[in-house]
């Protein structure tokens, strides 16, 4: 998939307090220096479970995980068949992992940059010293003539290091033939480099709380203009204000923003019936501790509906989006204030559709309602930073590799992340099997339309994706 720039990439890394900047100059005052990323670059932190993730992928493969204890590291998820992403530590993507539906399986990928972390005792190979140059500096691939030796480990199709006797690393690339096979060789291509861009990569350790201080000065310009942009619609709107919230990090970065700009208003939360716990907590606890009303819409019932009618939703076929948030997000408006004013966490980074959005709108199916984006051009890592500045209570799905707070079922989820909630919620999974079995049976579909997920793809007919989504 062709990556697709969304707004500038605004990462930098300063190597004076190893730590992610989103300017040129950090707070300490020393110049950063801008971190080469897939576009559209929208950057996360590393949770405990992401670097959980990583260290097992690549400890299974290369015998040594990546991440060590103290050094910050961010994901950056690049366009892919299903799900990829690139891991950024020291100021340099160190490698990525990508996850293969067919064989339910993570990969690691590598870079040179990588080794400053770790030291592989499994799948890699040692060249000859006259090799190293025209490895490392051109991305020439691994030829028998100058393999020194190869790790019994290596099978072909394996990524592997490539090191030159001393143990230090000339380049990544993938494995051509099997270990066996690579002994007996005397001609042929043995690994195929990957030539990757080069970056600088400085290794030190830090904190979150050291982040947070490098940009001290991003988040308070932002914070400004935000509380700026708040003030002056709701200075324009006569009507009842609110804020959207969904139990998302996005809206909760909003609602600390209308706090400070306008005071207390009601939260408005769209309940489809189809929410994880831990999201109905997290709408619960953000009420209580901030002293706020939930105006919560039903859309349960109309989403069942809509099953009954058409089937399950799909990639290309996303009915559920107006019938279980928006259609009953405009009967609950109009039940209890006839129109309002909703401040939403939509950011031109999540997608090209949210790019060219205005940052004030009205949605063409909730017509009594008014949108404003407060946080339209933040990246995720401007949202972070500042809900790690404010201590705010975010939802802990977040901490456990879910990236996009929504429907625990929704079809345009990667199969990666749909593998791992079947895994962590037997039972909401096993509901929603049971109604994907039900319509199988009663549409004489194969077995396969549940166990390949076919039902996600909606066949014969053109793509009719909600744009509200």
Request: glycine fraction near 8%.
């Amino acid at each position: 998939m062709r990556p697709s720039f969304l707004g500038k990439m605004l990462l930098h890394w300063c190597d004076t307090c190893h730590a992610p900047v989103l300017s040129g100059t950090c707070a300490c005052g020393a110049a950063t220096r801008k971190v080469p990323v897939t576009p559209p670059g929208d950057i996360r932190p590393a949770f405990h479970a992401d670097i959980a993730l990583v260290n097992d992928i690549y400890t299974s493969h290369f015998g040594a995980p990546l991440i060590p204890g103290g050094h910050l590291a961010l994901m950056n998820k690049v366009p892919d068949d299903d799900r990829m992403e690139e891991i950024i530590m020291g100021g340099a993507v160190v490698g990525a992992i990508r996850y293969t539906p067919s064989e339910k399986r993570w990969e690691p990928l590598p870079r040179p940059e990588s080794a400053l972390y770790l030291t592989p005792s499994l799948r890699f190979v040692v060249v000859d010293p006259g090799a190293i140059a025209s490895i490392r500096d051109e991305g020439a691939s691994v030829l028998a003539p100058g393999l020194v030796s190869i790790h019994p480990s290596v099978r072909s199709g394996d990524e592997v290091f490539i090191l030159d006797p001393d143990g230090r690393c000339a380049g990544v690339g993938r494995a051509r033939a099997d270990a066996t096979e690579a002994a007996g060789m005397t001609r042929g291509q043995v690994v195929r480099t990957r030539k990757n861009v080069r970056s600088t990569c400085v290794s030190g350790t830090s904190s979150w709380d050291t982040a947070v201080q490098a940009n001290a000065s991003v988040l308070e310009e932002a914070e400004n203009e935000a509380v700026g942009f708040i003030r002056n619609v709701s200075s324009n709107y006569s009507g009842q204000a609110t804020v959207s919230y969904s139990g998302g990090k996005d809206s909760l970065a909003t609602l600390l923003l209308v706090l400070k700009a306008i005071g207390n208003v009601p939260l408005l939360f769209a309940d489809t019936g189809l929410e994880f716990p831990e999201t109905y907590q997290n709408v619960d606890d953000v009420a209580a501790l901030y002293g706020l009303d939930v105006v919560r819409s039903d859309g349960e019932t109309r989403f069942w509906e809509g099953y009954a009618r058409q089937g399950p939703p799909a990639v290309n076929h996303r009915w559920c989006c107006s019938a279980c948030k928006l259609l009953p997000l405009r009967d609950a408006i109009g039940e209890n204030w006839g129109a309002c004013l909703s401040f939403i966490g939509q950011r031109r980074y999540e997608s090209f559709r949210r790019k060219e959005s205005s940052r004030v709108f009205k949605n063409g199916i909730v017509t009594n309602q008014t949108s404003a984006a407060p946080i339209q051009n933040w990246t995720a890592l401007h949202v972070w930073l500042y809900l790690f500045r404010e201590h705010a209570p975010f939802n802990p799905l977040y901490a456990e590799r879910l990236d996009r707070i929504g429907c625990y079922m929704c079809p345009s989820s990667d199969m990666a992340v749909i593998e791992d909630i079947r895994r962590r919620y037997p039972d909401l999974w096993g509901t929603w099997e049971q109604r994907l079995q039900d319509w199988r049976e009663d549409h004489g579909l194969p077995p396969a339309w549940i166990d390949e997920m076919r039902w996600r793809l909606r066949e014969g007919v053109a793509d009719e994706s909600d744009s509200h989504c």
